[in-house]
Every structure is written in C-alpha cells, then in structure tokens.
C-alpha cells in the first residue's frame, strides 16, 4: 500500500528517513526552509551539508511550500530541532484544515521543550488540535542517519497509546536493514529519547578529558538511573529504559562519533568553548537545550540528577568540568538501586 508522508526538516535524519520511505515505495515530500538546499536535494540529488557523501533517490522530491508537502497527506512526520516543533506544528493547522487532511503525526525529534518542559508529544497535542489529526506516533530508538545511510540494520520503537496506528507507522518504515517494535509507553520512549542527549554529551567530555572504558561506563550506566528515576516520577514505565530507546540509545549516542551530542561533548572536553562547539557543528545537538529543562524538571518533582546537574554547571554557568567530576565522586555513598522507588 502506498502512503503519502510529509517529511517535515530536510536536516540529516529527514532527508535519511525521507529517502528511505521512497525506497520503501510511499510517495514523499520533504519539507525544507531553506531554498538552496531543496533545490539542491531536487536537482542534484544531494544534501552536501547534512550528508556529505550521500547520494539520495532521485524519486524524492523536497519543497518549501506547506501546501505541496500536505496536499493529501496520510502521515506528517516532524524531524525538526525540538525547540521549533511547536511553531512548526502550529504553522500547519491552518493548512491541514484548508486541504482536509487529518494525518497520522509522527515525531522523530528527541528533546525537551525549553521553558514548558514537555515532551514532543505532549507540544504536537496542544498545538495541533484533535480534530485534525489521527493519532501520535513517537519514533525512537539508536539511529544515527550516517548509518541507515549505508543500510546498517537498524532497529526502533514506535510508540502510541493507540496500538494500530503504532503498527500502522511499524508496517510503513520497515524493511530489510530496518525493523521496528511498538510500544505503549509513549512516556518512556520520549524521556529515554531526549535525556540520553544529556548524557551523551558528558560521555563525548569524558573523551575529550581523555578518560578511559570504565569511567564511561561508569556515567552511562549512572547515567541511565537517572533518566529512569526521571522517567518514572513522570509515569513511564521502568522496563521502557532497558529498551531500544532508553539503553540502546544511550549505547549508540554515547559511543559514537557520529553523534552530535557526543561530538559536541568532546569538543567541550578539549577545552573549547560551548559558543563555538555549537557555531562549529552546523548541526542540531539537542542536548543543551534539553539539559537545561531535565534540570528544571527534576528540581521541580525533586528527583536527584546529579549527572545532569553537573552537565548543567558546566553549559549554563560556566564550571570546570573536572571541578564537577571531583564533585560527582566525593558525594556520600549511595545503594546503586533504591529498591522503594522502583
Ligand atoms: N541525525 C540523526 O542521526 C538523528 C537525529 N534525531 C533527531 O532528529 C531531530 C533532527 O535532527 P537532525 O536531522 O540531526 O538535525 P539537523 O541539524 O541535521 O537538521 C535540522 C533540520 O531542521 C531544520 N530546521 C531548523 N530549525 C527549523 C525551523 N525553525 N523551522 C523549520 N525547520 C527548521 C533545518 O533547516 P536548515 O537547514 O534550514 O537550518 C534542518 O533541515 C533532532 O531532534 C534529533 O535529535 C533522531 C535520530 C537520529
Ligand atoms: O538520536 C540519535 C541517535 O539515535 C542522534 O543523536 P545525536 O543527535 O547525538 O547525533
């Protein structure tokens, strides 16, 4: 069955999940707000600055016009920095309901809104009312563009409350490189998603200081007790963070030098500044911003994130790195589980 899906943000992860789904035989139009860079996925079938190397189906078709990529819509599939879901989401209301479309919504931004702290989700609910869209589907799990570029297996979750739809969006991305599993904890999924980012730019400074495994072992495991602990105060379902997106994001984003997060982290380890680590990436590293709202978020329901509090210290106040390591392993002795919160 062929669908037609709005691919909205024409940055790596777009444009690789666009082209998969030609591949997979749906009609697709990706969304780009930049001129150049549609014209250049339209007419010479590359994205030079997201994707250096990689050739793309000459059957996509990218537009900056709302009207072209929703005309008929089944699925709007948001692959945009998380901080400009909202504006995004509300910018295609008015669209939708001119073209009496009501789509499927699948995300496959991870991140935390700034200020509001919610999840993608939550933002894509309040912005786009009910009555015009069928359901919300999270798509999750470790992914890095570079490597579906080259047809590594891949494995994802998809995540809905409504389990039709989710094996719906299951059925249509799926194929021989690329599997996904559904899940309902949407929760779960989303805060796996966004605070791995965290984590993985403490994983990319670790690096950049010139630790060895087992310190970055060390902080990926207790850096995943802590976005569970987080995940759980707010309702998600614990076994989701031994998942695909909870673990096996955190592997695959704090192991990599593909990630963004972590390649930013390194850089910030090296001694660069977080101004230029950001100018110098031309890409989004969702994990700035979303640090600053884990933070908020746990001093607001009280949950102890003290790996997050001291990736918080180093981007918004300015703190040694090092002086924040030394901080993190003088604290008192702690039990690894805390058996009365689980
Ligand atoms: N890259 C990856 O491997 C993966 C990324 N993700 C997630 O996907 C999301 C996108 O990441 P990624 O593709 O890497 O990001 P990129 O930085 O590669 O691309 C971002 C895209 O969003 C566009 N964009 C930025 N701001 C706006 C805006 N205000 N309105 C409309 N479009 C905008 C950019 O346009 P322009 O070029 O004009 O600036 C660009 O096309 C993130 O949340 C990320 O965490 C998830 C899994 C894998
Ligand atoms: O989410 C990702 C891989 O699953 C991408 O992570 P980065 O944004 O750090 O590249």
Redesign the pocket.
Known sequence: MTVKIAV?????????LANLLVENGHQVELW???PK?VAEINEQHTNT??LPDFKIDPQLHATIDLNVALDQVDVVLF??????IR??AEQIVPVMIAKKVKPVIVT????LEQGTHKR?SEVLTEAIPETNRNGIVVL??P??????AQKDITTLTAASSDLIQAQWIQEIFMNDYFRLYTNPDVVGVEMG?ALK?VIALGAGALNGLGYGDNTKAALMTRGLAEISRLGVAMGANPLTFIGLSGVGDLIVTGTSV???NWRAGNALGKGQKLADVLANM???V?GVATCKAAYELAQQRSVDMPITRAIYNVLYEDCDIKTEIAYLMRRSGKPEIDFDEV
């Open positions: 909205l943000g024409a940055g790596s992860w777009g444009t690789i780009g707000n930049d860079k600055h997201y692959v945009i920095p998380t901080q400009a504006a995004v496959a931004s991870k991140g993608i999750s799990g992914s890095h563009a570079e490597d579906v998603a980012n593909h990630s963004r031309g890409m989004v969702e």
